[in-house]
């Protein structure tokens, strides 16, 4: 008996998700679709090339996003239907632990959770990356960057580089200074109006330079049209934005890291956190689950009104917690894994205690 009621359970878990999960992703669209309608038109995007490049490319993302609230509302909606019917009570009164009735609900939510981290780690991010060219070609206000202009980085311990702006469609730098130092003595000033990437060669190219060499007392002056340079420097490095993260897989986010590390930029508390967040997520829906059981599986007056009331006000809680923490970690407040994970451990703490609490 107990293995169709576990059953029972996942595919009706199932059914619930799916149901709640397009209607959430419709509305979105309807949403977004409404707010931006405006831009599309000015900038020229036809409506299939809205759909296709932009909406199915978000499609992926918007479910990573939503799902922890569809798996809470089925949760609660279920949980609250088999309270309000006494079929727990009659579970719990034929010896069936509490315990062992959330298992049904826990094999699902670490399915939930496995999948999305699969997808977020190799699928979803190459669409976002689609996404996110379209819209910056056809959307208005729609810049992330964390270095508008005046960009400064450190290539070596004993190289520093300043670059007025930076055109990241074309990947050109504009105004560039290199500077090369010993200890507290500049050995070398280079300027150039502009510096290049070349893909081929995968280094820079320098328009129009002047060199500076100093030495003990006077200093020598060279100019060249042109001067080839190998920095540890790339465009990424110099055309940083809010969302380059959520654009790259598990593995290319942590290079992506590290040669920001090494390229001496500030700021790296940002992609950190992105980052830690994005692997920290999909263990959300495994808390929810075990948040939403615990508050429905006890019977409340109002019905599923209350359940499904209850669900949007701890859902808003718990998104609202997370938008909170994280600006500490974007500044050092708190540590970036920290910053990332501490509303679920929160929230996880809270489901044990309310599990421990709805089976006495």
């Known amino acids: 008996m ?26 979105f669209i309807m949403i977004d679709f409404s707010e931006n309608s405006d831009d599309f038109a000015d900038q020229g995007a036809e409506m299939g090339q809205i759909f296709k490049n932009y909406y199915l490319n978000y499609i992926p993302e918007m479910t990573r996003l939503v799902i922890p609230v569809a798996v809470f509302v089925a949760c609660l909606f279920l949980t609250g239907q088999l309270s309000d019917r006494l079929e727990i009570t009659a579970l719990k009164a034929a010896g069936v632990s509490l315990y062992r009735l959330i298992v049904p609900y826990l094999v699902f939510a670490i399915l939930c959770a496995l999948g999305i981290s699969y997808l977020d780690a190799n699928v979803i991010p190459r669409s976002n990356a689609e996404r996110i060219a379209f819209e910056e070609r056809y959307l208005k206000n729609k810049s992330e960057k964390i270095d508008q202009n005046d960009i400064y980085r450190q290539p070596s311990p004993h190289t520093k580089l300043q670059v007025n702006y930076f055109d990241k469609n074309k990947n050109i730098a504009y105004r560039v200074q290199l500077l090369e130092f010993e200890g507290d003595r500049i050995t070398r000033t280079t300027n150039a109006n502009r510096m290049v990437w070349i893909d081929s ?25 042109t001067k080839d340079t190998v920095i540890n420097v790339f465009p990424r490095d110099l055309a940083r934005t809010t969302s380059d993260i959520y654009q790259l897989t598990y593995a290319e986010a942590i290079d992506y890291i590290a040669s920001i590390e090494r390229s001496g930029a500030g700021g ?30 006890v019977r409340r007056r109002g019905g599923k009104g209350a359940y499904l009331a209850a669900g949007l006000t701890i859902s808003f809680l718990y998104l609202a917690f997370m938008k909170i923490i994280e600006p500490f970690g974007y500044y050092g407040t708190l540590s970036p894994e920290l910053a990332a994970t501490l509303p679920h451990i929160f929230f996880f703490l809270l489901g044990i205690g309310l599990l421990i609490e709805a089976k006495k």
């Open 201 to 225: 060669t995968q280094s820079w190219q320098m328009e129009v330079v002047k060199e500076l060499v100093f030495n003990e007392n006077s200093y020598t002056e060279e100019s060249h049209t």
């Open 268 to 297: 790296i508390e940002i992609p950190q956190v992105q980052l830690f967040g994005r692997m920290a997520y999909p263990f959300s829906i495994i808390v929810v689950i075990i948040v939403g059981f615990a508050f429905a599986s």
């Open 2 to 27: 107990i293995n169709r009621f576990d059953r029972y359970i996942f595919f009706r878990l199932l059914t619930i998700t799916v149901f709640v999960l397009v209607m959430l992703i419709f509305i």
